[in-house]
């Protein structure tokens, strides 16, 4: 295990090798956070091909809520791809899909009778749940949000608001996609409360000034924004965007892809506004690596479109599904919720003090354990510090830690750590969080704490 004194030489020489060869045969289009090729994993820990191990902050950018490499996991892949890998389910059909319907519908949010259908990617789902809402509706504009991350394919691209790198150059885009301000009282300089009450006034602005709300299919939103910059929206918004679609006919899409399956302490961020879905999508974590993603909600709605108009080759396969089943039989018979909410105290904590110490901690925030520190310049201008995320990424690295970020800005810190971590581990990884913090920001705050 990675002890505070750790520092790794990296790339070791076996992941130079691996770098070398991929640098050759590998399109540069596809980035890569760390330069060391992984061996294996366990639970919250990765170690890379030179033997060095690290506590993983990351869990494969949200994926890995209940650990790597679970038994119970493993043990259901192994299994299902001993029976039969691929049939497809659009030709004979197989039980783990339709037992992970089952099981699906009965944990997401809605007490109304729903059904779920399952894709590959969290792009895949976001895509068919536009296509079941417009169908449903007969409605083509979609609403989505400023800093949202949607995917990047072409709808969700369109959808998705950071222009570099996910948009720049790979227009023209989607039409009737709509974007509305989302509630971020930092950057706004508001509170929470009248951040949320300028964008739901900005909303219907936006019927008079951008698009009519009889032409809207649907409004899509993260409730908390991921990629964007873990902004958690306030409590409250999500009500109140509710209670507008509810008053012009618009179907309110949750994407839970990042923040569902006890990411924030929740099973879904949307329960913590106590709201109702009419369709949620979810992804990532719902099978522990697996490439599964589904869409679920109001029966009558994903029942719109008719047979034939949704599917795909992979759509739902019987490993990934067999490995989710595992996965919900894991967050029955543990907590992770309730973990995740300890776990949010112990890094809000942390992160509170840091906030203190340095003043280039220009933010902390986040719900449960997706939280967030957002890095600046400058506390009273607020100027992003993109630089000094990169290097708290390289000097967290180095000391054995899998961290990466996010924001418009690229200057925001975010965890995403398997909710098995063990208290020793969290510390620890806390611990080089900090050291890596200090590295960077104490020759930057020697005169000019706040
Ligand atoms: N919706 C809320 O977080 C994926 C992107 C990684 P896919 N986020 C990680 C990258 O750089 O490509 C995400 C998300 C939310 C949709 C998606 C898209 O899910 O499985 O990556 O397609």
Do not use: W
């Not at 209670?243 to 302490?265: N, P, V, Y």
């Not at 110490?357 to 967030?372: F, N």
């Not at 990884?429 to 960077?440: C, K, R």
């Amino acid at each position: 295990m990675a002890d505070h004194k750790t520092y790794f030489d990296i790339p070791g020489e076996k992941s130079r090798e691996l770098l070398a060869r991929r640098q050759q045969f590998v399109a540069r289009g596809v980035s890569s956070t760390m330069s060391v090729f992984a061996a294996k994993a366990d639970g919250a820990v990765i170690e890379d091909v030179d033997g060095n191990r690290y506590i993983d902050f990351a869990g494969g950018i949200g994926v890995m809520n209940i650990g790597h490499s679970r038994p119970e996991v493993v043990q259901a892949i192994a299994e299902q791809a001993a029976k039969y890998v691929h049939t497809c389910f659009s030709v004979m059909m197989y039980e783990p899909y339709v037992a992970l319907a089952e099981r699906i519908v009965q944990i997401t949010p809605g007490d109304f009778p729903k059904k779920a259908i399952f894709f590959n990617s969290g792009a895949e789902a976001v895509e068919n749940a536009v296509k079941i809402a417009r169908y449903a509706t007969g409605k083509p504009a979609i609403i989505t949000f400023d800093n949202a991350y949607h995917g990047r394919t072409l709808m969700t691209m369109t959808m998705t608001s950071k222009v570099k790198p996910y948009k720049h150059r790979f227009g023209p885009f989607a039409p009737e996609v709509y974007r509305a301000p989302f509630p971020y009282p930092y950057r706004m300089n508001m509170t929470p409360q009248e951040a949320s009450d300028y964008c739901i006034a900005e909303l219907e602005r936006m019927f008079v000034g951008e698009v009519a709300a009889d032409q809207v299919a649907a409004i899509v939103i993260e409730p908390v924004q991921g990629e964007g910059g873990f902004m958690p929206a306030p409590a409250g918004f999500l009500r109140a965007l509710k209670t507008l679609c509810e008053k012009h006919a618009i179907l309110f899409i949750a994407d839970e892809i990042q923040s569902g399956f006890c990411r924030t302490g929740r099973m879904f961020a949307v329960d913590h506004d106590g709201v109702q879905p009419d369709l949620t999508i979810i992804a990532k974590s719902l099978a522990a690596g697996m490439p599964l993603s589904g869409v679920v909600g109001r029966a009558d709605i994903m029942d719109a479109p008719p047979p034939g108009t949704l599917g795909g080759t992979y759509s739902g396969n019987p490993v990934a599904c067999a490995a989710a089943l595992a996965v919900l039989d894991l967050f029955e018979k543990e907590d992770y919720a309730a973990r995740s909410r300890e776990i949010g105290h112990i890094i809000t904590h942390r992160f509170s003090q840091l906030q203190q110490r340095y003043s280039l901690v220009g933010d902390v925030r986040g719900l449960g354990g997706m939280a967030a520190i957002e890095l600046v310049r400058d506390r009273a201008t607020k100027e992003p510090d993109a630089h000094a995320a990169s290097e708290v990424l390289a000097a967290a690295h180095h000391r054995g830690l899998v961290l990466i970020k996010a924001g418009m800005y690229d200057n925001v810190l975010r965890i995403l750590v398997p909710l098995v971590v063990t208290d020793a581990q969290l510390q620890l990884g806390l611990d080089i969080f900090e050291e890596a913090l200090s590295v960077v920001a104490e020759p930057r705050t020697a005169t000019s704490v706040s």
